[in-house]
């Protein structure tokens, strides 16, 4: 007999990677940073507060489907899939704090390297727009930009039960800059063991 929690015990981050996690701020963390959400943040690093996404069955599905979401989004874009490995986190050459798990760095045909996040969300209201989900995501992907040093970035998208979306976000070197600036205030609170105070949120531009 096999149950849920066996069948789902491969899916998500493995061993290696949940012990690095801890080590740098990640893709996933993006949002808060940029947001001002840095005390629970803080909270989620230093102390493991944080929300079990493991019962959340619209989370799971993401894992579930993400693999087949990469593969038809890059036949689609005849985009090159190097093989998928049990990978650290990708790190920033300066700033060894930011890193990033991207769900796939594909090539093009002539070589030229992308950065893959795959999402599943909801076919109705307010998913179903494309520009709201790329300001939703836009701290994420240029997080994963900083981190890998490819500033090229798609999202691959499954609205309900269609075919995956491509929306590019692309590189913004002015919010970037910020970003990091803040990234490295927060850091600083982390290897001080000072909880901070949650600061003003930059903003992220209309697409």
Same mark, same amino acid.
């Given at each position: /007999?096999?149950?849920?929690?066996?069948? /789902?015990?491969?899916?998500?981050?493995?061993?290696?990677?949940?012990?690095?996690?801890?080590?740098?701020?990640?893709?996933?963390?993006?949002?808060?940073?940029?947001?001002? !959400?840095?005390?629970?943040?803080?909270?989620?690093?230093?102390?493991?507060?944080?929300?079990?996404?493991?019962?959340?069955?619209?989370?799971?599905?993401?894992?579930?489907?993400?693999?087949?979401?990469?593969?038809?989004?890059?036949?689609?874009?005849?985009?090159?899939?190097?093989?998928?490995?049990?990978?650290?986190?990708?790190?920033?050459?300066?700033? !060894?704090?930011?890193?990033?798990?991207?769900?796939?760095?594909?090539?093009?045909?002539?070589?030229?390297?992308?950065?893959?996040?795959?999402?599943?969300?909801?076919?109705?209201?307010?998913?179903?727009?494309?520009?709201?989900?790329?300001?939703?995501?836009?701290?994420?992907?240029?997080?994963?930009?900083?981190?890998?040093?490819?500033?090229?970035?798609?999202?691959?998208?499954?609205?309900?039960?269609?075919?995956?979306?491509?929306?590019?976000?692309?590189?913004?070197?002015?919010?970037?800059?910020?970003?990091?600036?803040?990234?490295?205030?927060?850091?600083?609170?982390?290897?001080?063991?000072?909880?901070?105070?949650?600061?003003?949120?930059?903003?992220?531009?209309?697409?």
């Amino acid at each position: /007999m096999i149950n849920l929690k066996d069948f /789902m015990q491969d899916v998500g981050l493995t061993s290696n990677q949940l012990l690095d996690k801890k080590t740098y701020i990640g893709g996933s963390s993006a949002k808060d940073i940029a947001d001002g !959400n840095w005390f629970k943040l803080y909270q989620r690093m230093v102390h493991n507060e944080g929300e079990d996404l493991s019962g959340i069955f619209k989370v799971q599905l993401g894992h579930i489907t993400e693999e087949f979401n990469l593969m038809w989004f890059a036949n689609d874009m005849d985009f090159q899939v190097p093989e998928l490995i049990d990978q650290i986190a990708i790190r920033n050459d300066t700033y !060894n704090f930011i890193g990033c798990l991207p769900d796939a760095i594909m090539r093009t045909q002539d070589g030229q390297e992308i950065v893959i996040d795959a999402k599943h969300t909801a076919a109705k209201a307010p998913w179903w727009d494309e520009a709201k989900l790329a300001e939703y995501y836009f701290p994420q992907a240029q997080h994963n930009m900083i981190a890998t040093g490819i500033h090229k970035f798609y999202l691959s998208v499954i609205f309900g039960n269609e075919t995956p979306v491509a929306i590019e976000i692309k590189y913004d070197a002015e919010w970037c800059d910020k970003y990091i600036g803040l990234c490295k205030s927060f850091w600083g609170h982390i290897e001080r063991k000072d909880p901070p105070i949650d600061p003003a949120k930059i903003e992220v531009p209309k697409i």
